[in-house]
């Protein structure tokens, strides 16, 4: 089950995060690819459990809830 943001400074900061994995760990087919680095993996590790990419490992894709979460900030 995904995590909820307790706090509205948590959603903000995590909101920073996804915009960034977004930024620089898009791909050409709408993937992402944390491409070994270990601060993209811990990223797509957090957003995974939050559920807003669809896994944690090196290839993930945005999910439904992490595409409208991006329309929202």
Known sequence: MPITPASEREEQLLGALA?????????????????CMSAGEQAMTLLAEYGL????????RWTDAGERFLDAH
Not at 26 to 32: H, K
């Open 19 to 35: 915009w960034m994995v977004k930024q620089y760990l898009s791909v050409e087919d709408g993937g992402l690819d944390h491409v």
């Open 53 to 60: 990419v669809s896994d944690d490992t090196r290839h993930g």
